[in-house]
């Protein structure tokens, strides 16, 4: 019997903080597949170098040198998985840009599965989730429904360290949760 491709995942934080609590997820996220699921692997794609989106700098279908590379690395994942805080009650500023930049003709993102989970203030990043789901519909990405993550980040118990890494079990188990939920619809959707 052949063995499963292995769904590769392309794992976008929204934050460029040296110690985001989404960056941890992403690096939990990392483990766990590595750790305990099958046929998954996820790898975090840095959108920290990006320019600001500006059309003039495309010349045809060429894009600058860190977007071309951002947009390989978008374009030969299977699915997504999206964590970010929510800034102003909506998608922060350099999530924006990397969404914008991928979405130039032609459009990486189309026809792929994707997960959201959320690190936040006091809402848990549920507005940064229900606008990215928005423009998600623009951009053709299918989004698992359930489960949901909107981790409280600043309230007790606590879970993140002085560096960002998720240390608090449930939250890790919900994480693993979702992660399954997405390498299974990523698996129905097909490549
Ligand atoms: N938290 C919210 O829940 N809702 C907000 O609207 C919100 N706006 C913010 C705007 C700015 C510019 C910043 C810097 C933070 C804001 N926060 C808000 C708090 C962040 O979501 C929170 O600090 C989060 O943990 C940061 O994520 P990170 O640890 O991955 O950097």
């Known amino acids: 019997m052949e063995a499963k491709p292995v769904i590769k995942v392309a794992a976008v934080c929204g934050s460029l903080r040296k110690a985001s609590f ?3 997820l992403i690096l939990s996220a990392i483990e766990i597949c590595n750790e305990s699921i099958r046929g998954m692997e996820v790898e975090f794609v840095d959108i920290s170098g990006l320019p600001f989106i500006n059309p003039d700098l495309e010349n045809g279908s060429e894009f600058p040198e860190a977007v071309e ?3 390989r ?3 030969e994942a299977d699915c997504f998985l999206f964590a970010s805080p929510e800034y102003n009650y909506s998608i922060p500023a350099p999530l924006k840009n990397a969404l914008d930049w991928g979405s130039r003709p032609p459009n990486v993102w189309a026809d792929k599965a994707a997960a959201i989970v959320s690190a936040a203030g006091g809402s ?10 928005q423009v998600g519909v623009f951009l053709n990405i299918h989004f698992i429904n359930k489960p949901e993550l909107y981790i409280f980040a600043h309230k007790p118990p606590k879970k993140f360290d002085s560096d960002g890494n998720l240390i608090h ?3 890790r188990e919900y994480l693993k949760k979702i992660l399954e939920s997405l390498h299974s619809f990523a698996g129905r959707l097909g490549p």
């Open 22 to 24: 989404n960056r941890g």
């Open 124 to 133: 848990g990043g549920s507005r940064v989730q229900f606008h990215l789901r």
């Open 73 to 75: 690395k978008i374009l």
């Open 69 to 71: 590379e951002f947009r």
């Open 169 to 171: 079990d449930e939250t």
